[in-house]
């Protein structure tokens, strides 16, 4: 299939390792905040959202930490699979209290896991 | 399957010609979103529905394109006289305004259609 993301920073984990993908968000006013993972030829799949009122989040495997003073936003991933590799994207809202997703994108990370 | 549905998932067409994507949102959500992907990049918003109103375009949305949900379901995205420039990944979400005071709920993304124009 084709490849999303030629040119992408890129993290290379073994099975089994925790991965951890960093994210800089730009507008201090975004409000909500959303990791898709995007596997090649293939739309973003939702993994986990956050909003600004928090600073972690936890899902099955998964754990969003948000650290607005600096703009940061982080993707831990525990146990890695061969299944997790994909793009992942991280996604800004800096329409506040809107509900309407005007998604601001970042670059995108591609993580190959290893068996 | 109950996800968003995209038609066709990909499309080759000559410089100059119209194309015509359509998109199903999930079918209980009132929010419908156009994106853009080209390779090596995040999606770009284009456009926003909520029900059958547009409410939001984009920049990037030249007068050549135009989009529409005329039932509050469906929406169908035009490219007139398209250009090479044109040739992406165009990808459709939707999402349900939840009744906090916030009104975030996750967007869920379709497949995308493939445009390649030659």
């Known amino acids: 299939g084709e490849s999303v993301g030629l040119h992408l920073p890129t993290l290379s984990v073994q099975e089994g390792d925790n991965s951890i993908i960093n994210c800089a968000y730009s507008?201090?006013?975004?409000?909500?905040f959303i990791w898709y993972k995007q596997e090649s030829g293939k739309g973003p799949q939702f993994i986990i959202d956050?909003?600004?009122?928090?600073d972690k989040r936890q899902g099955q495997r998964v754990t969003v930490l948000l650290n607005k003073t600096v703009k940061h936003l982080s993707l831990q991933i525990a146990a890695t699979q061969p299944g997790d590799s994909a793009v992942y994207f991280c996604?800004?809202?800096?329409?506040?209290?809107?509900?309407?997703?005007?998604?601001?994108f970042g670059t995108g990370t591609r993580l190959l896991v290893s068996p | 399957d109950t996800g968003v549905s995209q038609d066709p998932r990909h499309k080759i067409t000559k410089r100059g010609q119209n194309v015509t994507f359509r998109c199903d949102p999930i079918?209980?959500?009132?929010?419908l979103y156009w994106y853009r992907q080209t390779l090596g990049q995040g999606p770009e918003f284009l456009t926003y529905?909520?029900?059958?109103?547009?409410?939001?375009k984009s920049r990037l949305l030249s007068d050549r394109f135009s989009a529409e949900r005329p039932k509050g379901s469906f929406s169908t995205l035009e490219i007139q006289r398209t250009e090479q420039g044109d040739s992406a990944m165009y990808l459709c979400?939707?999402?349900?305004?939840?009744?906090?005071?916030?009104?975030?709920?996750?967007?869920?993304f379709g497949q995308g259609t493939r445009l390649t124009v030659v």
């Open positions: 979400a939707s999402s349900l305004k939840s009744g906090d005071l916030t009104g975030n709920t996750e967007a869920f």
């Open positions: 956050i909003r600004s009122n928090m």
């Open positions: 507008n201090s006013a975004s409000d909500y």
């Open positions: 079918s209980e959500h009132n929010r």
């Open positions: 996604a800004e809202n800096p329409l506040k209290n809107t509900g309407f997703q005007k998604l601001v």
């Open positions: 529905f909520q029900n059958e109103a547009q409410l939001e």
